[in-house]
């Protein structure tokens, strides 16, 4: 009788080792835990933040005409990006989104509320016999559709 593997997860986040390109170190922390500790811990985000800034300020447009185009899917880290853009730094976001070959209820929803919350939004629909082709070629070479 063959025995079964038993699930091994994260030490840190409880992350189950089937999710897809996991890896975990010796002390079974895996790569997303470990990324967001190096993220905290190496990166001065005040720096960062002002660069950012320093960047905002020389490309604002003084007519409130778009001044920055954020790629949005009404996820909440496109959202959350977008949001800082107007709110924090002042900027006047052109959003854009590209239709997805296969759209979910969901997605719609969200897209609809971020859009109806007050934020300019272009959508892109490619053509799906194109986006199809794409697509399988992403699948059988990189194991993953677009």
Known sequence: MKKKKLLTYCTNCLMPHTRP???FNKQGICNACQWSEEKRTKVDWTARKKEL???CDKYR???ENFDCIVPVSGGKDSSYVAYMMKHEMDMHPLCVTVTPLLEYDV???NLWNFIH???NC???TPDPIITRKISR???IEHGQPL
Request: proline share 0%; hydrophobic share 25%.
């Open 21 to 23: 390109r996991i890896t």
């Open 53 to 55: 800034q320093f960047y």
């Open 61 to 63: 447009s003084k007519s």
């Open 107 to 109: 997605g719609k929803k």
């Open 117 to 119: 919350s007050g934020y």
């Open 122 to 124: 272009i959508q892109i």
């Open 137 to 139: 070629r992403c699948l």
